[in-house]
Structures are given as C-alpha cells and as structure tokens.
C-alpha cells in the first residue's frame, strides 16, 4: 500500500524541523560553554558571595538546613532557597569553593536561555528564538552576573520562567491546569529565592493581561484556584516550620528586610537624580547592546504590523510594566534588581528583530533601521578597538592596565568583528539576507568584550586573601582554637573553612576568662584606630577581604593572641601589643 505523500511531507517536515531545533540547542549550549562556564572561575569569590557561601557551609555541617545561620547565628536576609542550592552543590562535591557557590547561578542562567528559546519558537521563526536567546545571554548585566554566586540569576530563573511557562501553557490550548500550577510553583520558588517580588510580578502580570484580554472570569476557575494552592503550599512548606523554630518576627526579616532598605531615606535631589539616572543605566548600560532596537516601538506602523506576535508583545510588555515602579521607584535600588525581567526585554528585541529582517514584512519608515542599527553596532566596535588600548594599556591609569596578550586579542577580535559588521550592513537588503550572521557577530563581540577585557580587568584588580589564611592556618597551633569577638568577616570565614565561634565583644578582662588564647575580629578602613581590647595582646595576622586592591584596604580581619598574665605584667611586651594601631602601617599602600 503506497503511502500518503501529504502525510511524507509533514513527517519529512517535522524530521527537518527537530534537525534544526536540535542544531540551534547545540549552538546555544555552546555559547553557553564559551561565555558562562569556560571562566566561571577565574575571578576569585567576590562581594556576597563569601556570606552565601559560608551560610551554606554551615547547613552542611550543622545539618540545620532550615535557619540560614552565619556563625551559628540566625541570618534572615531574604529566605533559603539560593543557600539550599549552594548547599546540595557543596554537599556532592564535598567542599563549599568557587564552583559550589556559582554552579547554581551558571545552571540557572543556561535554563533560562533555553527556556527562552523554547518559548519564543512557539511565536517567532527559528531566527527569531535565537535571537531572544542570544539577546538575553549577551546583555552586559547578564554577563556580570550570570557567572557569580549572586542571588538574580537563580531570581531570574524563577520569575521568567514562570511568566513564560504560564503564557507558553495558554498559548499551546493546554494552560487550564498545566499553566496555573507550573507558573505558581515557580512564582513559589522565587518567593523562596528572595521575596515577594516575585508574586508581585507574576501575579500582577496575569491580572492586567487577563483583564486586557476581558478574559477575567479565568482569574475565578478552579486551575487558578488549584495554582494557589500549589503556591502556597510550596511557600508553607518551608515558612511554617521556619517560623516555629525562629518566630514569626523572623519570618518577616527575611521577606522583607532587603526590600525595606531600598526605601533608605535620601534628599529629593538625591531622589531626582536616581529617578533620572536609573532608566539610562538599564537601557544604555545593562541592555546594551541590544537595547537600541526597542526603539522601534516608538513607530505606530511598527506596532500595527505585529501581527501574530501582538499578544505576545502586550503580555511581556505588562510583565516589564508591572516590575519597572517596584525596582525605579525605590531610591536606594540597584539596576540588577530589574534582571528578572530581562527575558521580557529579550523578547521584545527579537521580535524587533524578526520582522525588521523578514522578507514579508516591508515598512518604509524602518527598512533601513536594521541596517543602520548594525552599522551603528560597527562605529562602537571600531571605537572601542581604539580606545580600551589606550585606557587599558596603563598609559592614561595604571590600574587600569590589562595583561597584553588578551588586549591583543580583544583589538583583533574588534576590528575584525567591525570589518564584518560594517560590510554585512551595508544595505538593507544585504543586512537582511545575511541576518543570522550579522546578528552573530554582534553576539560574538558583547561575549568576547567582556570576557577578555572585563574579566582581565577585575582579576588584576582583585584581592586573593587565601595565602594569607592558609599561612594563618598553618602558624595558628592545632590544640588551641580561633574565636571571634562578633562576626568575623564572611570571606574570612569561608576561606578558614572552619567553626568558628562568636563571642561577644568583651569590655572587661574578667569576660575573656576561660575562652581561647586565640581571637579574630573584623576591622574597617586601616586608617582608623583599631577598636580597645580590655587585655594585651600581640599580633599574629592581619587579613585583607576586599575584593579589590586598594592603597588603603576597608574589609579587614586581624587576629590575635591574647596574652597570659604572666606575659601581660612582663616589662617585655611588643610594641605592637602597647600600641596595636602599628599593626595596620604593613597593609597600607
């Protein structure tokens, strides 16, 4: 029986189609390798890192996995969710190092640039859903963080994807149940990552669209109602016994906390400024390079032929309307806490990308802009071809010096990424023929540039205090054991990789009776006087945590060695132990 050639042409379509979506996840997973993971470790552990690392080290060896403690002392900066992640990292590998801390945050960022692809093949060509993916990976804030063991990558995980999974549910005809759960229960992962932003955004999100749509009555079905319970049990899980052995004041501190100190007080000129400063920081810093194509939805013609992926662009567009006030709005607020929205702006780039570059869609007044966006592209990488030599070479600043062989091969990458961009983008028509290569181009430059110049840059710049722990460690005797009188340091602490008990800081001698001979404790700025002891001591280390270098280092832990009676009364006692300001001449540059 001869088979049915209609029925031979969709088979042999739907084997070319798994070819290609098979081929782009390999190209993805490759500039993945490339950007993310290839030098995840080549800047050494960095800002709060070091607290999330040592809060982890210690549900390991406690075994409390529920209270997130810092020297055996509760912690409650936002709830546990990242620290679990570090955690279970550092349980398999059996060590809590660069890779235990990052490896959650370079997982979470691969995720949702697969996430991202999947989604947007649903709306967009095969071109466009690489350039949603490629778009997010290579915005310059991605690439800051996506390789650091700070919280927004996992954050970003969480919250996009549960936008996206709900809207990609709804989109496919499957989302009555599948779309509520799925997207709660990743709306109650982000809320147990850092807070409530994230039913803020989901929650906020689905409303407006839903009432967009006059689709409301969905807000009042039993998948919605299903979704909340899964979200609530998911948050409950982990809150309820949480707040029995901590206290329900806790459970506050850590939702909470961090978002009351972005409504630090400042002055209206202060307020102003950051209210202007801020979005020029996202668009013209953060979204870089891509951001400019967002100017295309300034052009009524350009809305009005969106076609399809209309309904797409109103539901990420009110997702960024929703989180934009909640990150502008509070004075004290960091660009990176717009970073879960990022997969949205991605989004909105590539459908500017999609139909600026199709065949089908022919608008007079953005023909060109495709091509002028790429020639623009083009002037930036032949200036900075030009100028980071100079800048980075030492000539102008010596701390900016970079290490010559990569500032060679940035300046070749450059201009030969220039030469091409400049050639593919010569016209409209050619620039549109040859999309693919141009838009990869300009992804190869934005993950070279920073890899080769930022990442060179920070590692001169940085400060490795293991030596100095490690000597610490070998010289301190294997009876005694080092306290701290408050907290130490995270990056201290990390690196000791040991208990390290807290006491608090003593004001008479008679306090100190009993506890070891040996003590640390945290100093700021090696300028200022070293806070009074109540006993002599002398000297054994002084510890630099910074993360950079600097002539006058600020994150200092200085250990000691308080001194028997019998040596305290002794007329032969170190100068340093008389005057312990001397100790901080030897770390100032």
């Known amino acids: 029986m001869q088979a049915d050639p209609l029925t031979n042409r969709k088979s042999l379509q739907i084997t070319n189609n798994c ?165 709660y229960f990743l709306c109650a992962l982000g809320t147990l990552t850092k807070g409530p932003q994230a039913p803020v955004y989901f929650c906020g999100t689905v409303l407006l669209y839903l009432l967009w749509k006059r689709d409301w009555k969905r807000l009042l079905s039993l998948p919605h109602a299903a ?82 992926a209309s309904d797409w662009v109103v539901f990420v567009g009110i997702s960024v309307a929703v989180a934009f006030p909640t990150v502008w709005l509070p004075p004290s607020s960091n660009t990176r806490y717009l970073m879960p929205m990022y997969p949205c702006f991605a989004v909105l780039i590539a459908v500017v990308l999609e139909k600026l570059t199709s065949t089908e869609y022919r608008l007079p007044s953005l023909q060109n802009l495709w091509s002028r966006y790429g020639r623009t592209v083009s002037i930036g990488v032949f200036v900075s071809a030009a100028v980071i030599p100079i800048v980075m070479s030492g000539w102008v600043t010596p701390k900016l010096q970079m290490d010559l062989l990569p500032l060679v091969a940035f300046v070749v990458m450059a201009v030969t990424v220039g030469i091409l961009i400049l050639y593919l983008s010569q016209s409209s028509e050619r620039a549109r023929r040859h999309r693919w290569e141009l838009m990869f181009a300009i992804v190869l430059f934005s993950g070279a540039t920073y890899n080769l110049v930022v990442v060179n840059h920070l590692q001169r710049q940085s400060n490795d205090p293991r030596p100095s722990i490690a000597q610490l460690k070998r010289t301190l005797p294997q009876s005694d054991t080092l306290i701290s009188y408050g907290l130490a340091h995270h990056r201290f602490t990390l690196e000791f990789g040991e208990q390290l008990p807290q006491r608090k800081w003593p004001t008479s001698d008679e306090e100190v009776t009993g506890d070891p001979l040996y003590f640390c404790f945290s100093h700021s700025y090696a300028n200022l006087p070293i806070a009074q002891l109540p006993f002599a001591w002398d000297p054994v280390a002084v510890i630099n945590c910074d993360r950079h270098s600097r002539d006058i280092p600020h994150d200092l832990v200085i250990v000691g060695r308080r001194l028997p009676q019998a040596e305290a009364d002794s007329p032969v006692v170190s100068e340093i132990a008389r005057r312990p300001d001397q100790l901080l001449q030897g770390v100032i540059r």
């Open 19 to 183: 070819k290609k979506t098979c081929v782009d996840l390999a190209m993805l997973v490759g500039l993945l390798f490339c950007l993310f993971w290839l030098q995840a470790n080549d800047l050494t552990i960095r800002g709060e890192e070091s607290r999330r690392g040592r809060i982890a080290w210690e549900m390991i060896q406690s075994g409390d996995w529920l209270v997130p403690r810092l020297q055996g002392e509760p912690w409650l900066s936002r709830p546990a969710l990242q620290y679990w992640a570090i955690a279970a990292v550092g349980a398999i590998r059996g060590v809590v190092d660069v890779w235990s801390i990052r490896l959650p945050s370079l997982i979470a960022i691969s995720l949702t640039t697969l996430l991202i692809y999947g989604v947007a093949r649903l709306q967009l060509s095969r071109f466009g859903a690489m350039s949603a993916a490629c778009v997010f990976m290579t915005m310059g804030q991605v690439l800051q963080l996506g390789r650091l063991g700070e919280t927004e990558a996992v954050f970003t995980l969480f919250v996009s994807g549960s936008l996206l999974a709900w809207y990609a549910t709804q989109h496919l005809g499957r989302g009555c149940w599948v779309g509520w759960i799925v997207g």
């Open 227 to 308: 979704g909340i319970a899964v979200y609530l049990t998911t948050v409950l899980s982990w809150q309820i016994p949480f707040a029995q052995h901590a206290g329900q004041h806790e459970i506050n501190n850590a939702y909470l906390s961090e978002v009351f100190k972005r409504f630090n007080s400042v002055g209206p000129l202060e307020f102003m400024r950051h209210l202007v400063e801020f979005p020029g920081e996202v668009f013209f810093v953060c979204l870089l390079p891509w951001s400019i194509l967002l100017f295309a939805y300034r052009y009524p013609g350009f809305r009005q032929k969106l076609g399809s």
